[in-house]
């Protein structure tokens, strides 16, 4: 037998395809009004009775279910992170995970011995058709929208009046500043292929005139001007000298007294640590052009291209935000 530690990095290969297939499934939303016995899930849910078991015992012998005297059970802590409705939900970012980061890790083999080749347009391969492209913004929106309310709040959005978020995909954090500021308006840049899925988020949360959509490529095109100039999950993308070349498009587009926000995965100060900011890292290095920064880094970075008061607002989740002024 392995160390636990040690046995839970072997074996977390079938943990984490197990949560996709449950939450795909539905077999988490069947779970969480009452405990039931495989059995029952399986015929409630048209699934065969005999796969399902053996991935409800993998999932309680991760500690992600609990055998109770009425069948299996979701943990409380749990619960909003595997529920479809909840804001926390996550399973379009373990689908993305499976279906395509996994995919792609062989990769970084050639990468260990040759070095990664240059020149890589991660976008073409996220974006590549309409299906991609509508898996990938799904796990951005399960990634990002249920902290963003958190990041919001330390947004300073009482004193805006019109949020840019660049690379905002279907919008998780332009509805949550909405959200948050009612005389708030925001604009989504991003790419052209993105404007469907925005225009779905407008109409699913009544945000007609509030949330609007310029589509665009922020390395050819120039930034729409705001007072907030959001990059959420944007910098971690691209490597250094191409995020100061963002922060500089950010500093022209940003009016006077407004503040450019980052919301971001941080390491610690020693470069190593938290466990999802590293494992994360990797998965930049094989799906992008990026890396993961220390605060300290993306506040040298704000400086650089000419902001000022920078500051670290951590959440209390893994996504932070790091500001700086214009």
Known sequence: MFPERLERAVYGLYVTHAVQLACAHGVFDALLPAPAPSTVVA?????????????????????LLEAGVDGWVVPADLRPFVDSGAEE????????????????????????????????????????DEAATERFLQAMWDLSHGVSAELAALSELDTATHLVD?????GP??????????SLTATVFDLPAVGPAVARTRE????????????????????????????GYILSDWADGTCAEL??????ACRPGGLVLIMERLFDDDGVGPLATAAMNLSMHVETEGRHRSAAEYVELLTAAGFHGCEV????RDKHLVLGRA
């Open 43 to 63: 015929e409630k849910l048209g699934l065969d009775r005999e796969t399902l078991h053996r991935i409800l015992v993998v999932l309680g012998g991760a500690g």
């Open 89 to 128: 939900y996550l399973g379009g970012f373990v689908t993305h995970l499976t279906e395509s980061t996994a995919g792609r890790m062989s990769e970084v083999a050639g990468f260990l011995e040759r070095g990664k080749p240059a020149g890589t347009r991660p976008f073409d391969v996220l974006y590549h």
């Open 166 to 170: 660049v690379g905002g995909a279907s």
């Open 173 to 182: 954090f332009a509805v949550a500043a909405l959200r948050a500021a009612p």
């Open 204 to 231: 699913r949360f009544g945000l007609a005139g509030r949330l609007g959509f310029t589509p665009g490529d922020f390395f050819r095109d120039r930034l729409p001007e705001g007072d907030r100039i959001a990059f």
């Open 247 to 252: 922060l500089a498009a950010a500093r022209r």
């Open 313 to 316: 607002r951590r959440g209390t």
